[in-house]
């Protein structure tokens, strides 16, 4: 009942970003970010329609992996990546949307199953520059990328951002519109990107307003997170 309503005020939440910004609400996916939170959760929000899911934990979204696998869902992998974790990402998951340096798309490649259809990936900006977070500099970008497009098991998606937190919206919107403007460029050179994954609870509006193409949704659709475990903390 709670994830029904919650999604149908993120819906409403997008439905008028998208036409404040004449965009067509159905271009902007949801995933929702299901971190912190039990299986029987991620229950009630695929029985609420909700089909998408972004985990930034492994062992704890393994866990969920194996509970759910009844179900048709599709896995985003969207926490920091340590190189000892990839071999279980590669297998379990269908997104990785962090990454974030060369070694882990090289291995990540590797171990995807060849059985398996490429992984799809999207490349972690740091767009605000800032020293704590994950995320390659804007500079590193097109190399990674054209490296990521000769991985015969990736999938070259898009870019995928956090800017740092601030309440002042036109600070919000310069840097939505610079991963915007960076996103545009990747899909001037790239037939397989059509990913601009930005926005969260607290600022999905604005995201979308500057052209995002997936919100990534916790607080919203579940609620408030009890465990202090926020956006880019490692396992
Ligand atoms: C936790 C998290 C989110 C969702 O944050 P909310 O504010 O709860 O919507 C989105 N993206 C990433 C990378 C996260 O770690």
Same mark, same amino acid.
């Given at each position: 009942?709670?994830?029904?309503?919650?999604?149908?005020?993120?819906?409403?939440?997008?439905?008028?970003?998208?036409?404040?910004?004449?965009?067509?609400?159905?271009?902007?996916?949801?995933? $929702?970010?299901?971190?912190?939170?039990?299986? %029987?959760?991620?229950?009630?929000?695929?029985?609420?329609?909700?089909?998408? !899911?972004?985990?930034?934990?492994? &062992?704890? $979204?393994?866990?969920?992996?194996?509970?759910?696998?009844?179900?048709?869902?599709?896995?985003?992998?969207? @926490?920091?990546?340590?190189?000892?974790?990839?071999?279980?990402?590669?297998?379990? !998951?269908?997104?990785?949307?962090?990454?974030?340096?060369?070694?882990?798309?090289?291995?990540? #490649?590797?171990?995807?199953?060849?059985?398996?259809?490429?992984?799809?990936?999207?490349?972690?900006?740091?767009?605000?520059? %800032?020293?704590?977070?994950?995320?390659?500099?804007?500079?590193?970008?097109?190399?990674?990328?054209?490296?990521? #497009?000769?991985?015969?098991?990736?999938?070259?998606?898009?870019?995928?951002?956090?800017?740092?937190?601030?309440?002042?919206?036109? &600070?919000?919107?310069?840097?939505?519109?610079?991963?915007? #403007?960076?996103?545009?460029?990747?899909?001037?050179?790239?037939?397989?990107?059509?990913?601009?994954?930005? @926005?969260?609870?607290?600022?999905?509006?604005?995201?979308?307003?500057?052209?995002?193409?997936?919100?990534?949704?916790?607080?919203?659709? !579940?609620?408030?997170?009890?465990?202090?475990?926020?956006?880019?903390?490692?396992?």
């Amino acid at each position: 009942m709670t994830i029904t309503k919650n999604l149908s005020s993120v819906t409403n939440r997008i439905e008028n970003a998208a036409l404040q910004a004449n965009r067509i609400p159905t271009d902007i996916d949801i995933l $929702a970010v299901s971190k912190a939170w039990p299986a %029987e959760k991620l229950r009630a929000a695929i029985d609420a329609g909700l089909t998408r !899911f972004g985990e930034n934990y492994l &062992q704890e $979204a393994l866990q969920k992996i194996e509970q759910l696998q009844d179900l048709k869902i599709e896995w985003h992998f969207i @926490g920091p990546i340590q190189s000892n974790k990839t071999k279980d990402i590669a297998i379990h !998951f269908d997104w990785v949307q962090s990454i974030d340096r060369l070694k882990i798309a090289q291995r990540l #490649n590797k171990q995807r199953p060849a059985s398996q259809s490429p992984l799809n990936v999207c490349i972690q900006i740091n767009i605000d520059n %800032e020293t704590t977070k994950s995320g390659v500099q804007v500079s590193e970008l097109f190399s990674l990328a054209r490296v990521i #497009n000769s991985l015969e098991q990736l999938k070259l998606r898009g870019i995928m951002v956090i800017p740092s937190k601030t309440d002042d919206l036109e &600070q919000q919107h310069l840097a939505f519109h610079r991963a915007h #403007n960076l996103y545009q460029q990747l899909a001037d050179q790239y037939a397989t990107v059509d990913t601009l994954s930005m @926005g969260m609870s607290s600022d999905m509006s604005v995201a979308i307003v500057e052209g995002s193409t997936m919100v990534r949704i916790g607080s919203a659709l !579940f609620g408030q997170r009890t465990t202090p475990r926020g956006a880019g903390q490692v396992n």
